[in-house]
């Protein structure tokens, strides 16, 4: 009968832990996991249970929690494809139409031009400063000034 309140624990910390995010919740959801493993194997030894869930808590949170919140930690707040281009580098692919130029910003490929008018020959490196419309307004880094 335990092991249905080690199920219950660690499914109640793992539903609390889509509300929270930090992966706390989940890492003793985890150690709960292995309290009702054990429970299978040894349905009276209560202590090895809760020894175990401990134990498997520790090691998730000092462990596992650091690299989950790295990992986490790599992802951008921005809005994907807008706002997390002005700002960044990229480099001229090639030529368009007229002074357009293809550049790859992010490890993404956009439509662009420059700001000054200057021609931007491809393996340029430049500087997105704005959008206007869906083209992305860029300077090349020689000429961008350097705070």
Request: hydrophobic share 55%; glycine share 10%; net charge positive.
């Amino acid at each position: 009968m335990a092991w249905v309140i080690w199920i219950v624990i660690a499914v109640a910390f793992a539903i609390a832990e889509l509300s929270v995010g930090t992966f706390t919740l989940l890492m003793i959801a985890g150690g709960c996991s292995g309290g009702f493993l054990v429970s299978l194997i040894a349905p009276n030894a209560y202590w090895l249970q809760t020894l175990t869930a401990v134990v498997l808590c520790g090691l998730l949170l000092g462990l596992l929690r650091p690299a989950l919140r790295h990992h986490a930690s790599l992802r951008s707040d921005c809005v994907p494809n807008l706002e997390c281009i002005v700002g960044s580098y990229g480099v001229v692919l090639k030529n368009a139409k007229g002074d357009a130029v293809h550049v790859k910003i992010n490890g993404k490929e956009w439509n662009a031009s420059s700001v000054d008018g200057a021609q931007l020959l491809p393996g340029t490196q430049v500087f997105a400063t704005a959008f206007d419309g869906t083209v992305v307004l860029v300077m090349p880094v020689a000429s961008k000034v350097r705070q």
